[in-house]
Structures are given as structure tokens and as C-alpha cells.
């Protein structure tokens, strides 16, 4: 299975990100290291497998965001790329206007 590459520009975004398998239900504590419209990246010495799907709450500047991905690749350092599957539109919402803050910096 070819690695999935990103859809869209990535921005840098540190912020705090929970993600819970869903078939297991275990659930890590990391930090995303960038954001698209479309997925994130994650810094994390316990990658999950690709495939994965995961219930995703990223936490930044007092909002939340929770959406459903999938974990599209793994690196060699153990960071992993989670793509979006199903976002609500108050989420969406969320996402859109960070994306927004970083594409002004």
C-alpha cells in the first residue's frame, strides 16, 4: 500500500491532539506539528498502523475540534499523518478558521 500524500499546503500548528482507536478504543495523548483542511500530522513515539481509523479532539486557544480519520502514513521517526474522514459543520467551522489564522502569518 503506497503511502496517502497530502491534498492540500500544510501549515505548522502545535497544538494538544486526542486520538482513540476506535476497534480498540485506546486512546494517545500527543501534539500535531502541522494542519491542512484535510488531515494532520502527529509527533508521537507510539504510531498507530495505517489504516487505523480514530476519533480525533484537537484542542487549541480554548476551541476544540473532534473529527473521524484515518491514519494515512507512519514515518520512520514514528510520526504519522491522519487524514480526515467525517467532520461536522461546526467543526469544519473550527478547522476552516485556524486554517484561515495561519494562512495570515
Partial sequence: ???ERPRARRYSFVADIQL????????IHE??????LFGCH???????????KVRIRIAHRGALF?????VANVRPDGSMGVI???IEQNDQLTLE???NELREQ
Fill in 20 to 27: 482513540t482507536d476506535v476497534q480498540s478504543d485506546a486512546t
Fill in 42 to 52: 502527529i509527533h508521537t513515539l507510539k504510531p498507530l498502523a495505517v489504516g487505523t
Fill in 84 to 86: 480526515f474522514t467525517r
Fill in 66 to 70: 473532534a473529527a473521524l480519520g484515518r
Fill in 31 to 36: 501534539q500535531t506539528s502541522d494542519l491542512s
Fill in 97 to 99: 478558521k485556524w486554517i
Fill in 1 to 3: 500500500m503506497q503511502p
